[in-house]
């Protein structure tokens, strides 16, 4: 049965228009004005609504498999979509770490049996496994990550040597984790000398530094440069850091690129104090001059991509004093709704959220028939009203973890459906299970 979606407004490749949208077999189908129902044809209407592509997140951490006390790829798949995000790519730094390709099989098997989104990993790279980045089918892997500064799930690859080899040696996306080990070592050591474990909240930006984000982050772009990698920096943090990159030329044409998370373009060092470590994230959150400098690179093209970097843990976790109090946190049930929320207060235009979000990811990744509204291309698709408001309370969130930084905020947006290959798999506020989901596949 084909689905009509009558008289939403469509916000696709820097326009928005008020367009009829036909979804068949699982792609779209056409895109046109005022299209008559088909027999026995279901007809949505979305009459002042807004249809976007459905996100593409290209960072997250679904702790599956080895710490599904946390989450699973199930639960989060399932809050995913029910925030519009219906693509999702993993990071390798699981229980055991994503490092070879027997464990790269077992994570596809796992998604396919229980993701409710679309989904593709990332290959973790390490001091020790170039063999097994040599033996990868780049037409199933998304791309590789290294963690230049230790985060959660240690897979710091510090060996020099090892790391210029990987540089020159793949055509795969490099995403790069980038803080200055030595930097940080030093920075925790003299805190510790002064606290103790129990070191302030508001202390973690001066730890995990401007100085010790830009020191990596240029290293790894002159190690890029020097190769010819084709780097991704993720989750940029600071200000001088987004003085690295180019608004030049079309991001096609880019070998170095950059992405930017929500909760630092949401949060700032002065919501530490009310929200202590469940926003203790690694970059860490800097101050209101770098969330400023974050929006003007975004908005400006210096910055690529919008992602999460969801990474839950469990309250009891975060409740730990400084030293102890994991890295991360829960955002992909209501990343859109922040962005929207941010667009209508004029920190962002809906077609640039869209590019960023949507547009982008499947451009840098080559994701194959996703990421916009275009006939022939998969009906990835979610409908926002912008004129109803969504308040986040404890007992609507579908996290594992049971808890969000965003308890208590109001949205000025409501996430109305999620399209996955055309079919709906969030309505009305609830999740509806169906099979859904497919592998993402690549243009290489």
């Known amino acids: 049965m084909t689905q009509l979606i009558k008289n939403a407004f469509l916000v696709n ?28 044809e279901e007809v949505i209407d979305a009459t002042g609504k807004y249809l976007l592509p459905g996100l ?3 960072q997250v951490h679904f702790r599956e498999p080895g710490l599904t006390h946390k989450a699973c790829i199930k639960s989060e798949s399932r809050a995913a979509v029910s925030g519009g995000i219906t693509s999702f790519i993993e990071m390798p730094n699981t229980v055991p770490q994503t490092t070879t ?3 790269f099989d077992e994570k596809l098997a796992i998604a396919k049996e229980n993701s409710l989104a679309n989904y593709s990993f990332m290959f973790g790279g ?3 496994n170039f063999d097994e980045i040599q033996r990868l089918d780049t037409s199933k892997v998304a791309g590789l990550k290294l963690f230049l500064g230790s985060s959660t799930g240690n897979m710091l690859v510090d060996n020099e040597a090892i790391l210029r080899k990987i540089f020159a040696s793949t055509d795969l996306v490099i995403s790069v984790h980038c803080e200055d080990e030595p930097t940080v070592k030093a920075n925790l050591a003299a805190h510790i000398a002064e606290y103790g474990e129990d070191i302030p909240i508001e202390k973690h930006p001066i730890i995990r530094s401007h100085e010790a984000c830009y020191i990596s982050s240029s290293k790894a772009i002159a190690l890029a440069k020097e190769t010819g990698a ?10 001088i850091e987004t003085e690295l990159f180019d608004n030049t030329i079309p991001l096609k044409d880019k ?55 969801h990474a839950p843990h469990t309250l009891e976790e975060k409740s730990n004093v400084y030293t102890k109090a994991p890295s991360g946190g829960p955002l992909v049930q209501h990343a859109l709704l922040a962005l929207l929320t941010a667009a209508k207060k004029g920190k962002i235009t809906l077609e640039k959220l869209v590019e960023k979000a949507c547009h982008n990811p499947a451009i840098l990744f080559q994701i194959a028939k996703r990421g916009y509204l275009r006939e022939g291309y998969c009906a990835d698709l979610v409908l926002v009203d912008l004129d109803r408001t969504t308040t986040v309370t404890k007992e609507g969130l579908l996290y594992q973890c049971g808890w969000s930084p965003f308890e208590g905020t109001t949205f000025d947006a409501v996430i109305d459906r999620t399209w996955v290959n055309g079919k709906t798999v969030y309505a009305n506020g609830k ?14």
């Open 13 to 40: 490749e820097g326009k928005t228009s008020q367009h009829d949208l036909r979804i068949q077999d699982g792609k779209i189908l056409t895109i046109a004005e005022k299209l008559l129902p088909l027999e026995n």
């Open 56 to 58: 593409i997140d290209d």
């Open 101 to 103: 390709v027997e464990k």
């Open 126 to 128: 390490t001091n020790d």
């Open 230 to 239: 084709r780097l991704h920096v993720f989750h940029l943090s600071t200000a």
């Open 255 to 309: 070998r170095i690129t950059a992405e930017v998370c929500v909760h630092h373009l949401w949060f700032s060092a002065d919501d530490y104090a009310e929200k202590g470590t469940l926003i203790k994230w690694n970059p860490a959150v800097k101050n209101e001059a770098d969330r400023s400098a974050l929006w003007a690179a975004l908005n400006d093209d210096r910055i690529d991509v919008l992602a999460t970097d």
């Open 431 to 444: 999740i509806i299970e169906v099979e859904a989901a497919q592998q993402l596949t690549f243009d290489r």
